[in-house]
């Protein structure tokens, strides 16, 4: 599947359903034939949508259909982190706040008409911001305290940013599902590519209907924008102007279910999957050749490795999951490899940063475990977790992952059993996983977890916790070395976190109405408020 990286350097992990095993494989196109995939031994209840009891064996009888995956996703309208600065649009004052996370020194730099949807380029102290009511976007450049700006026009409407991670390219957008549904004029057609350079500048281009996403490739040469219709793919030396950028289709055009699209790092192919549909079709992007691989149940979740040398399909109702090795699994099925799990209900799966492992769960059954997948020599460790899983989440270096969990109102466990501890149903919390042994440390809280971040080095996580009935103001750390948890008091509610390299600090931002940041010192867990920023504010210690 398509993730949105969350803050900092966390990944959390859309789903159908419907029985049968893992069947033959046809493919068409560039790909020709090959013979049959491995079939997937029968779940031990077969479509019956039920995870399996706590003692190892199979719940009885029949249960609805479950429901897709689920996913958590990024918002633009929080402020964001550069290598040493924070950067908050104030929309009110047509003005964006840039703190120093070192100094705590603030500056207000102007921006256009309600800035609002703000972005940074990754490892840099460099912004750009949206001005929804000017129909442009500033750009923000800051070095030794000074900030310089520039403007470039923008379609209108454009609410959602992608920034390709050498800072030289931009895209906006109009996602309509972070507008909530919200009706607009104009096309959904329609995007903004900014060349950030020496002389900042903007064009608009034509997709395909309803982008939703945006891939750069890995040498910076080109961006993939993701449709309902397909790939739209903008290659930038060719766009001398406006355009109707070249649309690659995943499917005929009649298909409605919802599309899943990965895009290899090189640019050179595209993987999808359609919620509900049994196949996993692969496009050259250059040839547009296209390549069907059926696998004769639900793909509930479709991963690409981080090198793009393998895919990853999970199956919930035939409780399996097949490694499709790239590019050589696409025509030869005798390669790829198929993992049975019938004790297990995963539907999702999260790969690791290293591409070594897969952390493979389901969101959508009251299911209080995941499974380990080692990818090499496909042996499988079970993790019991003791509550059902909302999200995963894995550090850079791929040791420890951290698990947010549902909070169920029921006093009976996933099996229709009792509740080994009514408090533990009923309480919200996330577990720390060490993917190396498979010990989990179920940490209960107080109010739901929010934002999460990694800090770039592996070593600390920090989370917030957030309900104002019962004035819940809190952030925590977490040491992934040993998983003792601190807590950090916030001043205001908060809303977003994420980590700042340069200055090791967290920056975490509050709802206040003169405005409030904490930065946090992740190793000393020194703590240092800036309030009233966008009044030219004042430092709290």
């Given amino acids: 599947m398509t993730t949105t990286p969350l803050v900092a350097a966390l990944v959390l992990v859309l789903a159908g359903c419907s029985a049968g095993a893992v069947g033959d494989s046809a493919t068409k196109g560039a790909g020709g034939s090959g013979p049959s995939s491995p079939t997937a031994a029968p779940p031990t209840n077969p479509g019956s949508g039920q995870g399996p009891a706590l003692d190892g064996g199979a719940a009885d009888g029949p249960a609805p259909p479950l429901p897709p995956e689920t996913e958590e996703r990024k918002s633009f309208e929080t402020p964001q982190a550069g290598a040493r600065y924070v950067y908050v649009a104030n929309p009110k004052r047509d003005t964006v706040a840039v703190i120093d996370s070192t100094s705590l020194a603030i500056r207000l730099a102007p921006a256009g008409d309600t800035p609002t949807y703000l972005a940074t380029v990754p490892g840099k102290d460099v912004a750009v911001v949206l001005n929804a009511g000017s129909q442009d976007a500033t750009i923000l450049r800051t070095e030794d305290g000074v900030t310089r700006t520039s403007s470039v026009p923008v379609i209108p409407g454009a609410n959602a940013l992608a920034v390709a991670p050498d800072g030289v390219h931009a895209i906006a957008f109009y996602d309509s599902r972070a507008a909530g549904g919200t009706a607009r004029s104009g096309s959904f057609q329609d995007v903004s590519l900014l060349t950030l350079g020496m002389e900042d500048r903007s064009v608009s281009l034509s997709v395909g209907f309803r982008p939703s996403e945006v891939v ?8 993939f924008v993701i449709t309902d219709d397909g790939v739209s793919v903008l290659r930038f030396a060719d766009i ?77 109702d035939a409780h399996a999951v097949v490694q499709i090795p790239l590019p050589g699994g696409v025509s030869d099925a005798a390669v790829r490899r198929t ?55 894995v550090a850079p270096d791929s040791h420890t992952a951290l698990v947010v969990h549902t909070r169920d109102p029921l006093t009976t466990a996933p099996d229709g059993g009792a509740s080994e501890d009514p408090l533990i149903a009923r309480s919200y919390g996330y577990s720390v996983v060490d993917l190396g042994t498979g010990f989990a440390k179920l940490q209960l809280t107080s109010a739901p977890v ?91 210690p």
């Fill in 240 to 316: 001398k102007g406006p355009a109707v950028a070249p649309l690659v289709r995943i499917d005929d055009g009649t298909a409605t279910a919802a599309l899943d699209v990965s895009v290899s790092p090189d640019g050179h192919f595209a993987l999808a999957r359609r919620e509900g549909g049994t196949q996993v079709q692969i496009v050259d992007l250059a040839s547009r050749a296209s390549t069907t691989i059926e696998l004769g149940s639900p793909v509930t979740d479709l991963d690409l490795a981080p090198a793009a040398d393998y895919a990853l399909a999970v199956l919930r």
């Fill in 216 to 223: 750069f490739s890995s040498d910076g040469a080109a961006a």
């Fill in 450 to 540: 929010g934002d999460l971040a990694v800090t770039p080095d592996s070593t600390r996580a920090f989370l917030l916790l957030r309900d104002d009935s019962a004035s819940i103001r809190l952030a925590q750390r977490i040491h992934l070395g040993s998983f003792i948890v601190d807590d950090f008091p916030l001043g205001s509610p908060p809303l977003s976190l994420a980590a700042l390299a340069d200055s090791q600090r967290v920056f975490v931002s509050q709802q206040h109405p003169e405005g409030r940041i904490s930065f946090i010192q992740w190793d000393t867990g020194a703590i240092e408020s800036v309030t009233g920023f966008e009044l030219n504010g004042r430092i709290v």
């Fill in 339 to 393: 993992v049975n799990l019938p004790l297990e209900t995963v539907g999702s799966a999260t790969i690791t940063p290293d591409g070594k492992a897969a952390i493979l769960y389901t969101t959508a059954a009251a299911v209080d475990r995941l499974v380990i997948l080692d990818l090499a020599s496909q042996a499988t460790r079970p993790v019991r977790l003791r509550k059902t899983v909302r999200a995963v989440a």
